[in-house]
Structure formats: structure tokens, C-alpha cells
């Protein structure tokens, strides 16, 4: 998971999808298993999807996914699963929490990474910029083949109402378009 700055000052990220998606009382999130060092493969099977707080009092009630850099993503897992601890397992609370942590704290300030996060009722997507997002129809998606996922969900959404099918076959469809994107897919559900 690469990232490269353009002349626009985002970063747009290389070497993931994770996708998001909520139906009924079902949420979904699922990411390849991708990790590219510029054009070379460095590992097929990486596991971006899991879940937090395992063995917490939240006992993996909470499922995240992260696109960006390893070691980052990693970081912010932990901050994640002490936040929930602080705040009793609220995870709307937590995540605006670790965003303002994120977008403050000048070491968070410096990691690379955006991560989809749910428990059983909410999916959110957390930025470096502080942002706490709902996605618009339940659906989000983040990494490099994220636009690819997320416009294949949509689509699919008006055809299938199982959150896991929709997330696999977007999947599927960005592994098939974005060269950074493979189909060795984790899926979680809360």
C-alpha cells in the first residue's frame, strides 16, 4: 500500500480496495489482499479487513478496513480499539474522537491511511483530515479501486438486496480493472 502525491496535494492511494456495505441489519466490509511496493507485488494475501477489539469488552463487535500505509493503518487500529474502551464500545463517539486525535496530534498528523469502519448499526469512513463520514445509500469505498467498487455496489444495490453478494461482486469488478487490486478478498460481517 503505496501512496504518491499529486500536483494537488491529495493523496490518492495505491494498492487496496476495502468496500462498505450496509443492508438491512447486515454491514459488510471486505478488501483484497493486495500489497504493492510501486509495480511489484510484495504480498497477494494481506489481511486489511479485521476486526478490532477482540479481546476487549467490545469482543470484535467492531470490524474496520484500511487503505494506505501498513504500520499507519496498524496505529490507528490500536488508537481505535482504546477509544471504544474509552468510551464504552459507542463507536460514532469513538471515531470522532480519533479523528480530532488524527487531525491534531502531530505524530497521528503524519500517518498515511483512511479506514471504512462499522459496528452492527453504523458505517463510517475516517480521514487525516478529521472527517467522520456516513456513506450516502450504506455504501462506501476507499483504495485505489475504490471508485471502481463503490460504482459497481451502487449498481448492484438496485438488484440485490444481500450486502455480502453486492460487496463481493464489487470486489470482483475492481480486482478485474485496477492492477493494484487483487481477488484475494477478506469479508467481515457484523
Same mark, same amino acid.
Given at each position: ?33 493486495? =500489497?504493492?511496493? +510501486? #509495480? ?11 476486526? %478490532? *477489539?477482540? !479481546? /476487549? ?67 463510517? =469512513?475516517?480521514? +487525516? #483530515? ?11 469505498? %476507499? *483504495?485505489? !479501486? /475504490? ?44
Amino acid at each position: 500500500m503505496t501512496s504518491q502525491n499529486d500536483s494537488h496535494g491529495l493523496t490518492p492511494w495505491h494498492g487496496t480496495t476495502i468496500i462498505g456495505v450496509k443492508r438491512g441489519d447486515k454491514i459488510v466490509i471486505a478488501g483484497d489482499g493486495q =500489497v504493492s511496493m +510501486g #509495480n511489484t507485488v510484495m504480498k497477494p494475501n494481506a489481511r486489511k479487513v479485521r476486526r %478490532i *477489539g477482540e !479481546g /476487549g469488552p467490545e469482543k470484535g463487535k467492531v470490524v474496520a478496513g484500511f487503505a494506505g500505509a501498513t504500520a499507519d493503518a496498524f496505529t490507528l487500529f490500536e488508537r481505535l480499539e482504546r477509544k471504544l474502551e474509552q468510551y464504552s464500545g459507542q463507536l460514532m463517539r469513538a471515531c470522532v474522537e480519533l479523528a480530532k486525535d488524527w487531525r491534531t496530534d502531530k505524530y497521528l498528523r503524519n500517518l498515511e491511511a483512511l479506514m471504512i469502519v462499522a459496528d452492527k448499526d453504523t458505517l463510517l =469512513v475516517l480521514t +487525516g #483530515n478529521g472527517d467522520v463520514l456516513e456513506p450516502e445509500g450504506g455504501i462506501a469505498a %476507499i *483504495g485505489s !479501486g /475504490g471508485n471502481y467498487a463503490l460504482a459497481a455496489a451502487r449498481a448492484l444495490s438496485d438488484y440485490e438486496d444481500d450486502a455480502e453478494k453486492i460487496a463481493r461482486r464489487a470486489m470482483a469488478v475492481a480486482a478485474e480493472v485496477c492492477v493494484f487490486t487483487n481477488d484475494q478478498v477478506t469479508v467481515e460481517t457484523v
